[in-house]
Nanobody
Framework: VQLQASGGGLVQAGGSQRLSCSAS????????VAWFRQAPGKEREFVAT????????YYADSVKGRFTISRDNARNTVYLQMDSLKPEDTAVYYC?????????????????WGRGTQVTVSS
């Protein structure tokens, strides 16, 4: 099982970036998918999650109103649109898939993890 996160890079504060997470149909089918992030010297934290049918999304307070999670099940891909980026959004971003259709913000709810993609926001 492999999840591949991509789309990271360097962006200026106030800018936008879109991350993608792709995996096999087996990994994503009927499962919730989430994004987490880990900044230097900090623990990994929850960012956003989306249910299998996209009917449910949930965001960390720190990104609510700026980030949007979405998915295209036909393409086995989940996206994280990040707008109004701030320097404190700098982190390695990971996608993770659960083993059920709906999941929350706890790491232990997610079974499969990708390697992560670096996002750096300059001030």
């Amino acid at each position: 099982v492999q999840l591949q996160a991509s789309g990271g890079g360097l962006v200026q504060a106030g800018g936008s970036q879109r991350l993608s997470c792709s995996a096999s149909r087996r990994t994503f089918s009927n499962n919730a998918v989430a994004w987490f992030r880990q900044a230097p010297g900090k623990e990994r934290e929850f960012v956003a999650t989306i249910s299998w049918t996209s009917s449910g999304t949930y965001y960390a307070d720190s990104v609510k109103g700026r980030f949007t999670i979405s998915r295209d099940n036909a393409r086995n891909t989940v996206y994280l649109q990040m707008d109004s980026l701030k320097p404190e959004d700098t982190a390695v971003y990971y996608c993770a898939a659960a083993l059920r259709a709906v999941a929350g913000g706890e790491e232990q709810e997610y079974r499969y993890w990708g390697r992560g993609t670096q996002v750096t926001v300059s001030s």
